[in-house]
């Protein structure tokens, strides 16, 4: 599915995840919307909840070999978005994505006092580790 959303304004909601938007299994393109003030909550104590006050967005049907690239049929487009006093209990105060390979391309967003335990902003599983090392001076 291709879904396209521009010049909506997503305000004041609250959920346990995805409070503004709640996106599975789709391409989603959004261009010049407003998320504002939306909440994601944790009451049952339940890892996954408490994620992604404006957008929470997941790819759990496809193969591995389908999330590698925003040219298959899961990806999360960003442009000329704004996402302002967010707020998630647990993870991703603006955006949480769930799966390791999702492509999120942000151009040219505003994010603004978007808060969370962890990543204020955005926020997804640990994609990779990199180590870094240096010659004996």
Excluded at 47 to 56: A, D, L, S
Excluded at 93 to 98: E, K, L, Q, S
Aim: proline fraction near 1%; include cysteine.
């Amino acid at each position: 599915k291709n879904v396209f959303l521009q010049h909506n304004l997503i305000v004041d909601n609250m959920s346990n995840k995805g409070a503004g938007l709640y996106v599975t299994n789709s391409k989603v393109y959004l261009w010049r919307n407003k998320l504002i003030r939306n909440t994601a909550i944790y009451e049952d104590d339940k890892e996954e909840e408490g994620n992604g006050g404006g957008i929470y967005f997941s790819c759990s049907k496809v193969s591995t070999a389908e999330m590698r690239s925003c040219t298959d049929r899961c990806c999360l487009f960003l442009e000329k978005n704004k996402f302002d006093s967010n707020e998630a209990d647990n993870k991703g105060g603006a955006i949480m994505w769930t799966d390791k390979n999702i492509t999120v391309v942000p151009y040219s967003n505003w994010f603004t006092n978007n808060t969370a335990n962890y990543a204020n902003n955005t926020g997804s599983l640990p994609t990779h580790l990199e180590a870094e090392f240096k010659a004996d001076e």
